[in-house]
């Protein structure tokens, strides 16, 4: 599986990048009777010092793609814009053209043909293709048939762990997975360690179409064709994508001229040599583009708390200044205020509620028990009563 890929290059660095050996088409003639077959093959150069070798740098084409653009980044995902790498026979039917090479930014997830309306709501998902199901599948299978074979390029691709204990996408281990570079000074996720003319990219096998709205406008996509992983993948993921090692590999998969159907899927097998490391989950939210997300873990740093507006800030700090003082008043209470709670506590405390216990009131029942009994009581008290009572 593929779900998240990295491209620091720019165009011109793109293509700088994707120089290939130099070929020249040569034509064999067969007679047989009256008719004669013409077969084009395509004649590789003699071998020669990596030094003196002739590379031929493709051409970049670039499209309209209903205005999207392709945009150098170290967490591209699915329904960004990527170089992807096709034919010349596709867009010329001369014979020096059969051979050559041609970089297009197309879209990540290929468009089905049959679908109306805005593009990006298409609802499937469509960023990778199974080898398995290829020939079976309505969207696949045409461009596949029309030799519609591309070659998706990038500086290498993040993958989640799955296998082993179940995990919580969130708590999955992220990698980034790259090929082994020419020299051990490289380092892929160093750029000072590099240049575009020195470093390997990785190259996966894929097939493109091309979606037409109702204004006419196209717009170039593409899938990413995976199959099961083996041994070099498979403790990480049980999916990988099918990585075109050699030259070879790519010239059989590109040249669909020459190349038969069969053929260009016998191309595709696992890879044989493959470096990775582990990253930061930054790179799991698609919104993070820091040239931290492809830095081994240990060398990433954490990732700083995002800058607030000014404008924010200052109204956050009169709040809290605000806050801060209505504390202060309500922890130092007032004059009145203090005599007042003291007053309260006074009357709430088990003293003073056992000295108004032990003094009783006067009431009209106890005087008249007392009057009874012949008991004394105060003139004034005796006076108050038989008013009451009279």
């Known amino acids: 599986m593929c779900g998240r890929t990295c491209l620091t290059l720019d165009p011109d660095e793109v293509l700088c990048a994707c120089k290939y050996p130099k070929q020249k088409p040569y034509k064999n003639s067969k007679v047989e009777g009256n008719t004669s077959e013409q077969r084009t093959s395509f004649k590789k150069e003699p071998k020669q010092d990596a030094e003196d070798e002739q590379l031929d740098t493709p051409e970049w084409r670039a499209e309209f793609n209903l205005g999207r653009r392709y945009h150098a980044s170290y967490n591209i995902a699915p329904t960004d814009i990527t170089p992807v790498v ?111 003319d020195n470093v390997k990219l990785l190259r996966m096998a894929g097939l493109f179409d091309v979606w037409e709205d109702e204004s006419g406008d196209k717009i170039y996509s593409y899938s990413i064709i995976t199959f099961s992983s083996s041994k070099i993948m498979s403790w990480m993921h049980y999916r990988m994508p099918a990585i075109l090692e050699t030259e070879q590999q790519m010239n059989d998969w590109l040249d669909f001229k020459r190349v038969s159907d069969s053929e260009a899927l016998a191309t595709l097998r696992p890879a044989t040599s493959l470096a990775w490391h582990r990253v930061s989950k930054l790179v799991n939210n698609s919104r993070n583009k820091s040239d931290e997300c492809n830095k081994p873990i240990e060398l990433a740093a954490k990732p700083a708390k995002p800058t607030m507006n000014k404008t924010m800030q200052a109204w956050l700090n009169t709040r809290k200044k605000r806050e801060n003082q209505i504390k202060a008043e309500q922890s130092e209470p007032s004059d009145s205020e203090d005599t007042e709670d003291k007053a309260v506590k006074r009357r709430s405390s088990p003293i003073h509620s056992q000295q108004e216990n032990s003094v009783k009131r006067p009431c009209f029942s106890g005087f008249k028990k007392s009057r009874k009994s012949g008991g004394s009581s105060d003139s004034s008290e005796i006076k108050f009563f038989d008013r009451l009572s009279n």
């Open 86 to 196: 096709v034919s010349g026979a596709h867009f010329s039917d001369d014979e020096d053209q059969k051979c050559s090479r041609i970089v297009m930014p197309m879209m990540w997830g290929m468009i089905p043909f049959w679908h109306k309306g805005d593009y990006r709501k298409h609802g499937l998902t469509t960023n990778n293709c199974r080898l398995e199901h290829l020939m079976d599948s309505k969207l696949y299978r045409g461009p596949f048939k029309r030799g519609q074979r591309c070659v998706i390029l990038c500086e290498g691709f993040y993958e989640w762990q799955t296998s082993g204990p179940a995990k919580k996408p969130s708590e999955r281990e992220a990698y980034l997975i790259y090929v082994p570079q020419k020299s051990d000074d490289i380092r892929i996720h160093d750029k000072t360690t590099w240049k575009p």
